[in-house]
């Protein structure tokens, strides 16, 4: 089964980024972008995972010692792509966030997971395939962007598959801060 572990957002935080986000889609010569069931910001990427497996992680998140914390999103970004950008929401520097995802990195590494060896840079995706229009206003779409707070006070370990051609997200265990 495919697995990740992340932050996900009560319904209110997903409602204002889905109101940026439909602001930035009305400037999108293409692409497709994140439906509010998929908004989230990954802590740690597992790929394919046998079910076998799924109790290593459990126990791993069982021992993470982390505390609720706030998180703010600061701008819009993206990754360049010949076929169209990946576009995101950055998330700005936070120490209880960079702490919590180390040691989950770390605990996950100790159960022998193979795991993205690169640093983590927290972002929230929002489109992918995309090609925006150059008459996007930056400046107010950032200080928008900037309004949204998150209160994080669990983080969930995902399931994701395809059912009937739809992409579904189902926590399978959650950690309480």
Known sequence: MRLFIAINFDECVKND???IVNNIEKYAEQGRFVSKEHMHLTLEFLGE??????????SGMK????VPFSLSL?????FKRKD???YWFGV???KELINMQK???NLLLEKEFELEQRDYTPHLTIGRKVKLINTINLKDLTETINKIQIDVKSIDLMKSENINGKLVYTIIFSKNL
Not at 63 to 66: K, R, V
């Open 49 to 58: 995972v046998s079910e076998e497996r799924v109790n290593d992680i459990i």
């Open 17 to 19: 980024i889905k109101n």
């Open 84 to 86: 169209g950008n990946i």
């Open 63 to 66: 021992i993470l010692n982390a």
């Open 103 to 105: 040691e989950l990195h």
């Open 92 to 94: 700005a520097k936070n």
């Open 74 to 78: 600061t701008d819009l970004g993206y």
